[in-house]
């Protein structure tokens, strides 16, 4: 009986684990439609892709990925391109940082608070319907076309997205965390800090990253409309000399900085509020 059982055991166990080859071409196959074997196929076959045809382009209009690359990197060693964002990394830290904190503050009050947000949604609206770009020569004449200027634009852009969303957020929170909290007769500016602030956490970092992006956008545009340089300019120069590897490169280090960037804003996601990111999956 025990060499029945022990022979029924040995059999058992051989069963459940596979052979060595379709152990491996088990693993190879998760490997291979894993997210990330996915995206850099994707990758390489655009460059591929974007190489091929612009070798069979007119360089006045297309630039290849290979010339581009190229570009990229004189433009590094040279410094030319950390002299186009060393200004709008200042301008980009500036606006985002008083945008962040009127957006923040206003977004949490006038969630909370129905009555003024009642009557200022109006004019915050308004704001927010009118193309940006319109603004762009009041903003010039006010304040001219230098630092002060370009901060107001991206002030512009990235403010309303901060705002909204955190808003929008502290609207739609649970309402049983604040009826447990009114239950405790915890103080309004406590509920603030202990209660809404936690549970918007979400909120203000999908706001932060929107701020980012739409951000970023007023920082090209105030290059090509205000004062002529920065990467915005550094674009729109190279674009008129008909130089579009190197155009190409410059809109390149735009995508790696939001990248980069909108990367950061997810670390930080993951450390101040894991839950949501695990209820987002």
Known sequence: MA??????????STKEQPPPAEAGASLLR??????????????????????????????????????TWNALYEMVTSGELWEAWRSDIWIMVTALALAAVFGLTLGFLLGR????????????????????????????????FQFPAKVLVV???????????????????DAEFIDVARAYSIPEGMMLRRVIAPASLPYVITGLRLGLLHGMVGVVLAGFFLENNGIGGLISNETSE???HTTF??????????????????????????WS?????
């Not at 360089?59 to 290979?66: E, G, K």
């Open 30 to 67: 998760r490997v291979l439609t894993s997210d990330w074997a996915i995206r850099i196929a994707t990758f390489v076959a655009f460059v591929a892709v974007w190489e091929w045809y612009g070798r069979r382009t007119n360089t006045v209009i297309f630039a290849s990925a290979s010339r």
């Open 155 to 173: 002030l512009f852009f990235s403010f309303f997205e901060i705002f909204f969303t955190v808003r929008n957020g502290v609207k739609v929170i």
């Open 113 to 144: 608070f129905t009555t003024p947000d009642t009557f200022l949604e109006p004019i915050f609206n308004a704001f927010f319907m009118t193309p940006k770009i319109a603004l762009l020569p009041i903003i010039a004449l006010w304040l001219g």
């Open 3 to 12: 060499r029945l059982i022990e022979t029924t055991g040995a059999t058992t």
């Open 249 to 274: 490169a410059a809109m390149i280090s735009v995508m790696v900085f939001g990248v980069v960037m909108n990367s950061a804003l997810r670390l930080l996601e993951r450390r101040i509020a894991p």
């Open 242 to 244: 008909f130089s579009m």
């Open 277 to 281: 990111v695990k209820e987002a999956r």
